[in-house]
């Protein structure tokens, strides 16, 4: 506990932990489209999917910074500069197509070992102990595994410089997208009390009168910080961080905002959709071993209701994908501060604003969507990582007006209508994702681990 109210300090030293009211704004917002922004963008959402890297689902797009020609990926990983593998055996890239695939670790310990330093020829060694691997982390998808997201690239924006912002897995990742820091310094894990003390740019969005909503599929609401539940349910804390706050569960004005996915459709509908959203699935996660081609379908429903609703012509669509999920990816992630960035992930945007057929290469982490948010609505920046982020305008073209909407094929044929069935719940995907006992994380929560100078204990779900 002394290391925790040490670390604690740092952050309030830091200017991380702030005086948050129990509930500062209005209880009703003025309508998104009548706010006040630097764009023409009136509505931005944002989706967290799960567990890619993007060489593994981009790494042969054309135009693409994608996997190397002639790469191959040592069983063995050097530990010295200059030095030889002991033995030559290495892995090609491959297409994964059909085979079956197991969830790979995703732990900040698997991050180190796979970086090496930067030599970025760890992949396959990380997993040496799991024989039943069998060289998976070098495989890939392409446009016959994930049509839909290849046609978005092709008519959107596929960004190939979206860094994970932190070196490990989804709670540090996940707190970064929210609230710009990793919310508990001392390790990739959840803290027994709550983040209450780490402000979020909710809250910046409730002081300034901003309307938000964080849509959450198949959302549990008794499911919180407070009673974890386990498996597959006990993600949702994971994945929805202000279900770790007393503040988002107590206060009304609050907890309302945080609502089932079923809402984003009837919001479209009824043409009330807030100014900022933020979405995160249940089953359709793409987490592997669940099915990538859920996701599409997920994603493709959200995208293509988004395009026939009235919001379409002032709204920015973008989704990414938590951490890399142990998948090779062949860019060194730069290291900013002692926390990431981690390996790249896919994201994409779509938007009528959106450049055609663009592949973004600015260097970006999640933090830098909370970077257009800030500019975009005029709240002050988190902590020093959103405030030093680049936004993400380099992927808009405004002076050329809003395009109308396309709405794009399941396949590469042939542009196609979308189904009309926009309530589907999908099922849960197994219980491959999330384990997180309270004495193990207690343990967890003292040990230190050298990594490049600071501590890095880390679960990942």
């Given amino acids: ?30 309508p ?6 630097t764009t023409p963008i009136k509505h931005f959402m944002v989706l967290m999917q799960e567990n890619h890297s993007f060489d593994n689902y981009f790494g042969t797009y054309p135009g693409a910074d994608g996997i190397p020609d002639g790469t191959c990926m040592p069983v063995d990983a050097v530990s010295r500069p200059g030095e030889t593998p002991a033995n030559d055996d290495c892995v090609e890239p491959f297409h994964i197509g059909d085979r079956a695939i197991l969830d790979l670790g995703h732990s900040g310990d698997v991050h180190e070992r796979q970086y090496n330093d930067g030599r970025m020829d760890g992949f396959l060694e990380a997993f040496a102990e799991r024989r039943e691997l069998k060289g998976q982390p070098m495989g890939y998808y392409d446009d016959r595994d994930i049509p839909f997201y290849w046609n978005v690239a092709d008519n959107y924006v596929l960004f190939d410089r979206m ?15 929210v609230t710009g820091t990793p ?27 901003v309307s938000w909503k964080f849509y959450v599929q198949n959302y549990k609401p008794e499911i919180n910080f407070r009673t974890p539940g386990s498996g597959d349910e006990g993600a949702q804390i994971v994945w929805v961080p202000p279900l770790n706050y007393n503040r988002f569960l107590d206060d009304p004005d609050l907890s309302s905002r945080i609502v089932d996915m079923s809402e984003y459709y009837q919001d479209l509908a009824e043409g009330t959709l807030p100014a900022v959203s933020f979405m995160v699935p249940s089953g359709a996660s793409e987490h592997p071993p669940g099915s990538i081609q859920a996701g599409e379908r997920f994603v493709r429903s959200l995208t293509d209701s988004l395009m026939t609703s009235s919001a379409w012509s002032s709204s920015a669509f973008m989704w990414t994908y938590d951490d ?17 960035y981690g390996f ?3 994201a994409l945007l779509v938007s009528p604003y959106a450049k055609k057929g663009h592949v973004d290469s600015t260097t970006l982490d999640f933090t830098s969507q909370l970077k257009f948010i800030e500019n975009n609505w005029g709240v002050p920046p988190l902590g020093d990582r959103d405030a030093a982020a680049n936004d993400i305008t380099s992927a808009f073209d405004f002076a050329a007006g809003p395009r109308e909407p396309f709405l794009l094929s399941r396949s590469r044929s042939s542009e196609e209508l979308p189904e009309t069935n926009t309530g589907v719940v999908y099922t849960s995907y197994g219980a491959a994702l999330f384990v997180f006992p309270l004495v193990a ?21």
């Fill in 324 to 340: 890399w999920g142990g998948w090779y990816d062949h860019v060194p992630p730069p290291q900013v501060d002692e926390y990431g």
């Fill in 344 to 346: 790249r992930a896919p």
């Fill in 163 to 177: 860094f994970t912002s932190a070196a490990g897995g989804s709670v540090w990742n996940h707190m970064f997208w």
């Fill in 183 to 209: 919310g508990n310094p001392e390790g990739d894990l959840l803290l027994p009390g709550g983040f209450d003390h780490v402000p979020t740019i909710f809250d910046r969005l409730q002081e300034a009168g």
């Fill in 1 to 30: 506990m002394r290391r925790l109210s040490a670390a604690l300090g740092v952050l309030a030293t830091a200017g991380w932990i702030v005086a948050v009211p129990a509930s500062a704004a209005a209880e009703d917002f003025v």
């Fill in 32 to 37: 998104a489209e009548q706010l006040s922004t």
């Fill in 441 to 461: 994380a207690a343990h967890r929560l003292v040990a230190t681990r050298r990594r490049r100078g600071r501590h890095l204990r880390k679960v990942a779900p």
